[in-house]
Each structure stands twice: as structure tokens, then as C-alpha cells.
């Protein structure tokens, strides 16, 4: 496989070119201006983190695993398999809603010490600093623990920008009564100036992690994010990887480092001319389209979760703990349905008041 001519050093990832060479073509013209940053709705960073992170964790669960925490990824018997538990987590602590974080899994891991040696792993990947965020991997951890009777191991990854702020504990004493919770971490922050050895790593997350540190270094220059997007696309390209984890990282990167409608343009336009003289098709025109479809809908679901999260709040505090039926209905509630069923919980007298008739 061919080498592209570039330095990886963190310097060349981050300086903004007049223009990029590509085998002696010129790639990106500075002659047309653009915008500083991306429209948004007020937000001060509108990149959307949410389903990216959702889906490279869930398609590179054991490669998420040596990356951050290697230490349990050691213990646990890959080749018995794993399993996650998305819905079983919501059942669970459906009415323990404390802060936004982009992703919360539940999985179930086999260790080594013997086949029917299995456990929970809950995993966080929390987006910004907040107080209540150890308290809730307290509150998740026991009450995992109080449903399953079985071990429980919390660990989180924080994808804030605060370098201080690195939960590890939570817990109390009362009367001689001790109780604690001590979990991992994995602070990306941490990885800032290591750029030139997540470029070089061949685990998939550490170029998660370099797009990740890269979209917050150039979210007030687009003009910098198309430079770095496109060389970590290249990047991506060297690994030699198969052509599906090209895709599924590409979509990954794609949908954490946004560019406006025309830099996005002028990405696609590199990428065919590098697949072009490389003789490497990995990005065919149809998936292109998908792609870019999926990154719309990606927004959308995201935007939809957030609203049946916070009427699953309001229900509960109105009404209480919630019944199975009211909870397959928000599972699979229309953007139309949960706002009706929002305007209805101020006047409704009962759950059935404000889902109407149902089976149940």
C-alpha cells in the first residue's frame, strides 16, 4: 500500500496550509471565504458526539477495551463473547436521570477465571464536567448490583475539556457505616501531546481519540478542521484495515469533525481522486449518500432521545416509578408523540390520561 507524503507530527496535523499538496495536485484553495465556525442553534460547540461514540463502541467493544482500560480488558475471555444490555440498563435506573453524558452501555463479559464466571460492566462516556457525575455511577452501580445479584465494574471515559476535573469516587460514612465506590477513568485531555503516537497506534480508538482531540482544537476554524479531517482520512487509508472498519471508523470521524456544506464538498472530491490514483475503492458514491443520510438521521434520533429522556422525568416525578408499558411506548414513541404526550402530563390525572387508550 502506497505512504502519503506528510508528516504526522502534532504541529503538521494542526497548522492551517494556503494550500494542501496530494501528489502534486492542489487540494484546497483558500479563495473562497468561509465560515469561522458552524451555525448552530446557540450552542457554544455543536458538533454532535452522541452517536459516534454509541456506535464505535458497540462495533469495537473489545478494541474500546484495550485502549482505555487494558488493565480489565486482560481479565475478560473474549472468545466466549459479550453482550450488551441497552434496555435492561434503561429498566434499571430509568428514574435516576443525573446530567447529560453522550453514552451509557451495559454489558455482559465472561472473566477468565472460569466460563460461567460472568459479570456487569456499566461504561460511561461522559461529555463535560459535572458535580453529580460520581454519584451517579454510585447509584447505577448498586442498583445493578440490587437487580442482577451479580459483580459489577463501573468505568467511565471523560471526553470533557477541563484538565482538573477527574471523578474517580463517590461514596459515604455514617455511624461507623462506610460505603464506596471507586472507579476507572479514561481522561482523553490526558492525551493532548501525544498526537504523533495516536496517529501511529493501530488500534481504532486511538484515532477516535486524535479526531476527537482534533475536532475541539479547530472548532473555531473550519478551515483547520477540513486540514486535519483530511489528513486523518489518509491516515485511516494506511492502516491496510478491511474495507467495512474503513467505512465504520470513516463514518465515526465523519460525523465528529463536521465541516460546512462546502468543505465537505471539497473532502469528497480528495477522497475520490485518492482512491482514484491508489486503486483502492473503499467509499463507493452510494455510500457516500448513506453516509451522509445516516449523519442527518443521527442528529435527529439523537435530538429525539433527549426528549423522551426528559419526559421520562417528568412522568416520573409526576406519577412515579414507571411500568413497563409506559416505557415500551417512549421506547418507540414519533418525535409527533412525544410531544403530545409532553403538553398532556400537566393536566393528565393518570399515565393513561396522557398516552390514551392503550393495551397494556
Not at 477541563?162 to 474517580?168: A, D, I, Q
Not at 484515532?207 to 475541539?216: D, I, K, M, P, S
Not at 486540514?227 to 460525523?255: C, H, P, S, T
Amino acid at each position: 500500500m502506497a505512504r502519503y507524503p506528510y508528516s504526522i507530527a502534532r504541529g503538521d496535523l494542526l497548522m492551517v496550509p494556503q494550500a494542501l499538496t496530494f501528489h502534486g495536485m492542489r487540494t484546497m484553495t483558500d479563495t473562497t471565504a468561509l465560515p469561522e465556525t458552524l451555525p448552530d442553534s446557540g450552542s457554544d460547540f455543536a458538533d454532535d458526539y452522541d452517536s459516534p461514540w454509541k456506535e464505535a463502541v458497540e462495533r469495537y467493544f473489545p478494541e474500546f477495551m484495550a485502549f482505555y482500560f487494558p488493565q480489565a480488558h486482560a481479565q475478560i475471555d473474549w472468545r466466549i463473547g459479550y453482550e450488551f444490555l441497552d434496555q435492561e440498563l434503561r429498566a434499571v435506573v430509568q428514574d435516576a436521570e443525573l446530567g447529560k453524558r453522550f453514552v451509557d452501555k451495559l454489558v455482559r463479559v465472561h472473566r477468565l477465571s472460569g466460563e460461567e464466571d460472568w459479570i456487569y460492566l456499566h461504561l460511561e462516556v461522559q461529555g463535560s464536567a459535572q458535580a453529580e457525575f460520581a454519584e451517579r455511577m454510585f447509584v447505577y452501580n448498586y442498583r445493578l448490583y440490587d437487580r442482577y445479584r451479580r459483580p459489577v465494574a463501573s468505568m467511565a471515559v471523560l471526553a470533557d475539556e477541563s484538565e482538573n476535573w477527574r471523578p474517580e469516587s463517590f461514596g459515604f460514612e455514617v455511624l461507623g457505616c462506610r460505603h464506596r465506590l471507586e472507579f476507572p477513568t479514561a481522561k482523553l485531555v490526558a492525551y493532548a501531546g501525544q498526537e504523533e503516537d495516536l496517529a501511529l497506534a493501530e488500534n481504532p480508538f486511538a484515532l477516535v481519540t486524535l479526531a476527537h482531540l482534533l475536532t475541539r482544537a479547530t472548532r473555531r476554524d473550519m478551515r483547520a478542521r477540513f486540514n486535519a479531517k483530511w489528513k486523518l482520512v489518509q491516515l485511516l487509508y494506511r492502516r491496510g484495515w478491511e474495507r467495512q472498519e474503513v467505512i465504520d471508523l470513516f463514518q465515526v470521524l465523519d460525523w465528529m469533525m463536521r465541516l460546512p456544506e462546502q468543505l465537505t464538498r471539497e473532502l469528497w472530491q480528495n477522497i475520490e481522486v485518492l482512491e482514484e490514483q491508489e486503486k483502492m475503492r473503499y467509499v463507493s458514491s452510494i455510500e457516500q449518500l448513506g453516509i451522509e443520510k445516516g449523519m442527518q438521521q443521527g442528529m435527529q434520533q439523537g435530538m429525539q432521545v433527549g426528549e423522551s429522556r426528559m419526559l421520562t422525568r417528568m412522568l416520573v416525578r409526576r406519577f412515579g416509578e414507571l411500568p413497563a408499558w409506559v416505557l415500551a411506548r417512549l421506547e418507540k414513541a414519533s418525535a409527533v408523540e412525544l410531544e403530545a404526550w409532553a403538553d398532556a402530563v400537566f393536566s393528565a390525572e393518570s399515565l393513561e390520561a396522557v398516552f390514551g387508550p392503550t393495551q397494556h
